[in-house]
C-alpha cells in the first residue's frame, strides 16, 4: 500500500514540477543588471562616511549567560518521555537528550572551549551597515616557492566559523607534495554566529554572497578560492555566478544545481536512472518516491523555516533544552539519517562537545531566529530564482560525503557549474564534513587546489598560444 502511494505521490510529483519549471520560466525572465550589489543592511540609511576598520575580537562565554542557561536547564518542565519501543523515530529520543542536558550542565568547561576558540584569530568589520565575524588564519610560509591561496570558508545552517576549526591548522600547514598553502578566512553569516543579524527584510543567499565577496575585498584579496557547504554553499555559488574574475575556484561539499534542466533530468532519471547518474550511484537518488519519502519524514524543519521562522524562534529563543533538541536532532540525521533506529539519531557520529559549541554559540548570541530566517530569504527572493538560472564558469570542486543531504551526479552538476574539474563521492561521512571527517575534507581540499591551479595554468597556455 505505501509503495501505490508513493508511486502517486511521485506521480503528482512530476506534474508540480512541471508547473513549478514554468513558474521558474516566468520568475527568471529578469536580467542579472537587476540585482542591487549595494544594498545597506544596516540601521537606517546608508551614511556618507562608513566604517572600514577591522578590529580584533574575542569569544567569551561570559559568567552572567551562563549562569543564566544553567539555571534554565536546571528549572526545565520534565520531557515527555519516548513511546514504548521507540528510538528517534519521532523525533529527539528525550532519555538521551537527559544525557545531553547532564553534560551541558555538569561536564561542558565553558571557560575550556571558549579558550579553544580564542586560540584562532578573530576578527570583525562592519560590511554594508552588519558588523561580520571572521576567523583569519595566515599560514607561516619560510619557502618563496611555496603559493599562498587565499580561501574563503563559508558555513551553514545552524553552524559558524566554529565549524572549520578542526581544519584550518591543517589547510594553513605545508603539506607534502603539494607547493601551495591555503590563508583562510572562516566567516560567520550574517544573522549567524557572532555575525550581526539584519532588521531589513531581504537579505537572502545573492546578497550574502555579495557581502562575503566584498568582506574579502575588504581584506585585501582582489581574487581568491571558496569552500563552502549547506546554505553557505548556496552563497557562494551566487558569489561565484556574478564575480566570476574574482572566484578562482569553487569547492563545494554540498553541491546543487537548481536549474531547470536539473529538475527535468531528475525527473526523466526517475524512468532511465542509467540516462542521468552512474550506477554505483543511483540510489543516492531512485527510487524517487524513496527519496520524497525521506524529504518528507526529515524537511518539515525546512518548511517551517521557510514559512514561519519568527514562531518557531520564540520557543527555540526561549528554551535552551529547546534548542538543543531541535538542533541536536537535525544534526544527527544529517550525519547518518540510517541511524533514526538508535538513540542518538546519529549525533554521536560528531565529537558531543563540538555539538555543544555550536549550541552554545547559537544560544549565548541569540540568534536562532536571524539565522533561521535565511530559508524563508531564500524561498522568497526572486533575486535568488535569477541568479540559480545562470551558469557558473568559476573551476568547481564538488565532494559527495554518503550522508550529504541531496545527491546530484556529475551530469547535473554540469548544469549549472560547467567548469567541473573535479569530482569525488565518499561512501563514509556526512553534511558536516569539516567536523565529521576532517583528514578526508582536507586531503580533498588540498587536490582541488591542485586542480584549480592546473586548471587556470592551461587556460593561461591557450591563451598564450592564441596570442601568438
Known amino acids: 500500500m505505501i509503495y501505490k502511494l508513493l508511486s502517486l505521490i511521485v506521480g503528482v510529483a512530476a506534474i508540480m514540477s512541471g508547473v513549478f519549471l514554468l513558474y521558474l520560466t516566468q520568475r527568471t525572465q529578469e536580467k542579472p543588471s537587476t540585482i542591487n550589489r549595494n544594498k545597506w543592511w544596516g540601521i537606517g540609511s546608508k551614511p556618507r562616511q562608513q566604517d572600514t576598520f577591522v578590529k580584533e575580537f574575542n569569544i567569551d562565554f561570559s559568567d552572567t549567560l551562563v549562569n543564566d542557561l544553567k539555571q534554565r536547564l536546571r528549572n526545565r518542565r520534565p520531557f515527555t518521555k519516548p513511546l514504548s519501543g521507540i528510538q528517534s523515530e519521532y523525533g529527539m529520543n528525550t532519555k538521551y537528550l537527559e544525557k545531553i542536558i547532564t553534560y551541558w550542565l555538569e561536564r561542558y568547561d565553558f571557560k ?12 570583525k568589520t562592519r560590511i554594508q551597515g552588519l558588523d561580520l565575524h571572521f576567523i583569519w588564519e595566515k599560514p607561516v610560509v619560510k619557502d618563496p616557492r611555496i603559493k599562498v591561496l587565499p580561501l574563503l570558508m563559508l558555513h551553514g545552517w545552524p553552524s559558524s566559523s566554529k565549524e572549520f ?14 607547493d601551495f598553502v591555503f590563508e583562510v ?43 563552502a557547504g549547506d546554505w553557505g554553499s548556496q552563497c557562494a555559488t551566487h558569489m561565484a555566478t556574478l564575480y566570476p574574475d574574482e572566484v578562482l575556484g569553487f569547492h563545494t561539499n554540498m553541491p546543487i544545481s537548481s536549474r531547470r534542466i536539473t529538475l527535468a533530468k531528475i525527473l526523466i532519471g526517475s524512468i532511465f536512472p542509467g540516462l542521468v547518474v552512474e550506477a554505483k550511484y543511483k540510489d543516492r537518488i531512485y527510487p524517487l518516491g524513496k527519496l520524497l519519502k525521506y524529504i518528507i519524514r526529515e524537511g518539515g524543519y525546512f518548511l517551517i523555516q521557510a514559512t514561519k521562522p519568527d514562531t518557531i524562534g520564540v520557543a527555540l529563543t526561549d528554551s535552551p533544552a529547546g534548542l538543543a533538541a531541535y538542533i541536536i536532532e537535525k544534526m544527527g540525521m544529517c550525519c547518518n ?50 541568479v540559480h538560472e545562470m551558469q557558473t564558469q568559476v573551476p568547481t570542486a564538488v565532494v559527495n560525503y554518503k550522508y550529504e543531504v541531496l545527491y546530484q551526479s556529475d551530469s547535473m552538476l554540469r548544469d549549472k557549474f560547467i567548469n567541473l574539474v ?36 592551461q587556460r593561461a597556455q591557450q591563451k598564450r598560444r592564441f596570442l601568438f
Open 422 to 457: 573535479r569530482s569525488t563521492t565518499h561512501d563514509i561521512g556526512g553534511h558536516f564534513a569539516a567536523l565529521h571527517t576532517p583528514q578526508l575534507f582536507v586531503e580533498d581540499l588540498f587536490a582541488s587546489g591542485r586542480a584549480f591551479l592546473n586548471f587556470h595554468a
Open 112 to 123: 575550556q572551549r571558549a579558550e579553544m576558540l580564542n586560540s584562532f584569530s578573530h576578527y
Open 165 to 178: 576549526v578542526k581544519v584550518i591548522p591543517y589547510l594553513t600547514t605545508q603539506r607534502e607534495g603539494y
Open 337 to 386: 539519517r540510517d541511524q533514526i533506529n538508535t538513540p542518538h539519531s546519529g549525533i554521536e557520529n560528531l565529537n558531543i562537545d563540538d555539538v555543544l559549541d555550536t549550541i552554545t554559540i547559537t544560544w549565548m548570541n541569540n540568534c536562532i531566529v536571524t539565522s533561521s530566517r535565511i530559508y524563508y530569504e531564500a524561498m522568497n527572493s526572486d533575486e535568488v530564482y535569477i
Open 185 to 227: 578566512v572562516a566567516a560567520d553569516l550574517p544573522g549567524f554566529g557572532y555575525s550581526e543579524g539584519t532588521k531589513k527584510p531581504g537579505l537572502n543567499p545573492v546578497q550574502i554572497g555579495i557581502m562575503m565577496r566584498n568582506l574579502m575585498k575588504r581584506l585585501g584579496f582582489e581574487k581568491f578560492y571558496v569552500q
